[in-house]
């Protein structure tokens, strides 16, 4: 009776012992999780702003195109033109 008691004992302070260790490690967990979410949510901020930098220069480059093209189209001849010359 005597040695259930002092095993019973052992068992619970053994529990007891791996419950607080596994406290400090759901704690130090959550704070790495934490640290994590925070620099997935940094990581993401700059990448969002990126994607409207490329964007930006994107549709600048898109309007020079434009604007050359509008250029070189008002340098060539037009077509009526060639047409009255040949009759």
Known sequence: MFDKLIETTIKIFTLSVKVE???????????RIDKLS??????????KLLLYAVQNESDKTKMW????????????????DLKNDEK
């Open 65 to 80: 195109v434009e604007k050359e093209l509008a250029k070189f189209e008002r340098r060539l001849p037009s077509g009526k």
């Open 21 to 31: 260790h596994h406290d400090k490690d759901i704690e130090r967990l959550t704070a």
């Open 38 to 47: 925070e620099m997935v949510n940094d990581q993401s901020a700059k990448i």
